[in-house]
């Protein structure tokens, strides 16, 4: 029998594995007058990647903005169901993991630093060897100890990776995955979509052809 | 507008790999873990300290060569003048410098990384303690500064430094959710000023009453109401804050 847990709360307790799924109905959105996208409405389930596409104005990334609880949709609700309990985005930060672009971390503090910093304000137990192995895992392996001011844009996408990573979360939302980075990075983003396919929720907001074959389900946004 | 296809599989979620704290003392840990990570970014960057600094000594040369040397007689009107000239130095220079904390997340653009991982009590206690941390600093700066250079004495130091902690903790609570405020609107300084000039009126005036009362020598029964009424604001304005401040997080 595996651990129960309690994925929202902060307290550990036990049972097995738990089903997460992912809810939209009717969403909406718009900036000001012109709206941006209508009436979406979607189910997931742990182990099923869907791929956004659209051209660009299209509401690829406010689209997982919403998802992310970073943004409130002006139609429809958007809800992560977790056993029984029904949590809304914006409370759900310890069960996603958000890649981005516009994903910044702190620039003044060492790679190590900044994951050292949010795993305590996610509440969790990680000592130097977790954070090694996660560096490693993204490419970054003997890196931790720069300052992010010194990354290049590859090396900052990597560490977002590391960021979203962290507290292994369910749902994995993924905007533009692949930018900035290099064939090896490229290679990392794989190795983690299919490992995030193996138990959660993959969602990736991608014009690249060879990251539309990530998904199981396609949601073509736009005309 | 959306096409979707349904694919063959699901799994289930193993269970997380890393334990979780207790609830309250992790809030307490998270919090403090913002703390040190601010402190930090602030001795790197010294955005705040530079200009909270930099106000004080300034605000304290220009005193002390328009009355430092006058020779102010010990009188209450001279107590009363002293005292204000260190609130209006220690009010402008924590305006400058404390609105750093959330505008700088914002600037940077890591307020969203923030929002994803954080508590916001977490987040607010955080700030609340670096703005404290940097006030208190503040404060220690501007009255060795006013005592060696505008020949300040103080009558009674208890009294003294207990009004000062107690206006010192007004400030850190009204500028903390202030500064979260204002720091997703445009004209930020002057948002600032404006929105934290009737916050900050009531409890700076009492301040300076009880700062003037510090500085005469039988002093502490007379800052005692000083003192009750500062600790009263402070306590309120910062319960306030904590309630209201996952409204301002999540806007």
């Known amino acids: 029998m595996g651990s129960r847990f309690s994925v929202l709360g902060s307290r550990c307790a036990t049972i097995g594995p738990v089903e997460i799924r992912l809810i939209v109905d009717g969403v909406g959105a718009s900036y000001g007058a012109r709206p941006v996208f209508s009436d979406v409405s979607l189910e997931l389930r742990a182990g099923e990647t869907l791929v956004v596409s659209g051209q660009n104005g299209s509401g690829k990334s406010t ?18 169901q977790l056993g029984n309990e029904a949590y809304d985005p914006r409370d759900a930060g310890r069960l996603l993991g958000w890649v981005a672009p516009d994903l910044m971390l702190y620039r003044e503090l060492t790679a190590r ?17 977790a954070i090694d192995a996660l560096l490693e895992r993204v490419g970054l392996g003997g890196r931790g100890d720069d300052r992010l001011a010194a990354y290049s844009s590859g090396m900052a996408q990597r560490l977002r990776y590391a960021y979203a990573l962290l507290h292994r979360p369910p749902v994995l939302l993924l905007d533009e995955p692949t930018v900035t980075l290099d064939e090896r990075g490229a290679a990392v983003v794989e190795a983690v979509v299919a490992e995030q396919r193996r138990h959660g929720i993959v969602v990736i907001a991608t014009n690249d052809p060879r990251e539309l074959r990530y998904g199981d389900l396609i949601l073509r946004l736009g005309n | 507008m959306a096409e979707q296809s349904k694919p063959e599989h699901s799994s289930e979620i193993e269970p997380q790999q890393f334990s979780l704290l207790d609830a309250q003392l992790s809030m307490l840990a998270a919090a403090w873990a913002v703390f040190i990570k601010d ?68 600037e940077a653009r890591t307020m969203a990384a923030l929002r994803l991982a954080a508590p916001p009590i ?20 501007t009255t060795l500064l006013f005592i060696v250079m ?18 010192s903790l007004c400030l850190a609570s009204a500028t903390t959710i202030l500064a979260a405020i204002i720091s997703k609107a445009s004209f930020k300084s002057a948002l600032f000023a404006v929105l934290a000039f009737p916050l900050l009126v009531p409890p700076l005036i009492v301040a300076i009453q009880g700062t003037a009362s510090a500085l005469d020598e039988a002093a502490l029964p007379a800052a005692l109401a000083s003192l009750q009424f500062l ?21």
């Open chain 2, 122 to 141: 977490a987040v607010f206690l955080g700030k609340f303690m670096l703005n404290l941390a940097l006030l208190a600093l503040l404060g220690a700066i």
């Open chain 2, 231 to 251: 600790g009263a604001y402070s306590v309120a304005t910062f319960v306030a804050s904590l309630m209201l401040f996952r409204f301002v997080w999540e806007a």
């Open chain 1, 63 to 80: 689209f997982l903005r919403l998802l992310a609880g970073l943004q409130r949709p002006d139609a429809g609700r958007i809800a992560y």
């Open chain 2, 150 to 167: 505008v020949r300040v004495e103080v009558g009674s130091p208890l009294a003294f430094a207990l009004v000062l902690a107690g206006g």
């Open chain 2, 39 to 106: 402190l930090r970014v602030e001795l790197r960057t010294r955005y705040a300290l530079n200009a909270l600094v930099l106000f004080a000594a300034c605000a304290a040369v220009a005193v002390s060569l328009g009355v430092g040397f006058i020779g102010l007689r010990r009188t209450d009107e001279a107590l009363l003048i002293q005292a204000t000239l260190l609130w209006i130095a220690l009010l402008f220079a924590a305006l400058n410098g404390l609105a750093r904390g959330f505008v700088q997340e914002e």
């Open chain 1, 113 to 129: 630093e900044n994951l050292r910093f949010f795993a305590a304000v996610r509440r969790l137990r990680l000592d130097d060897g």
